[in-house]
């Protein structure tokens, strides 16, 4: 059973059904475990188990909007899904990336919902 983890103690996890995002390799229907930072022995706590039910891919920058003729434009973050997943603007959603993940973060990531 894969586990997601948190750092952040979000509002939206006292939800029974919420969003959140993550780098690709989550697959609709998997049984998961939710932990509140899972790496840290002193202060994991198991918050419960649950199930993906949806998987969508997204972008997060659209500063890099791309078109072309043989491609469908993606479907990027909206301002009320980053104020959803506990940020307050999809700029703020943007400037906690770069400070995690550093400039280059790749923005295709995908929109998970569990319950």
């Known amino acids: ?10 509002p939206k996890l006292q939800q029974p059904v919420f969003s ?5 390799f989550w697959e609709q229907g998997w049984e998961i475990q939710v932990f509140y930072k899972n790496r840290n022995p002193k202060e994991r706590q198991k918050l419960g ?16 909007k ?5 491609q469908t434009p ?8 980053a ?7 999809i700029d703020d ?6 400070k995690t993940y550093g400039l280059n ?3 295709k990531m995908n929109k998970i919902t569990i319950e």
Not at 49 to 64: C, D, G, H, R, T
């Open 105 to 107: 973060f790749i923005s």
């Open 74 to 81: 993606p479907r990027y973050i909206t301002e009320q899904e």
């Open 20 to 24: 959140t995002f993550r780098y690709p």
């Open 49 to 64: 188990e649950a199930k993906i039910i949806a998987v969508e891919s997204v972008e997060l920058n659209p500063k890099f």
């Open 83 to 89: 104020i959803d997943d506990g940020f307050t603007s």
């Open 1 to 10: 059973m894969r586990i997601l983890s948190f750092t952040k103690m979000w």
């Open 66 to 70: 791309y078109w072309s003729l043989y």
């Open 93 to 98: 959603m943007l400037k906690w990336m770069r």
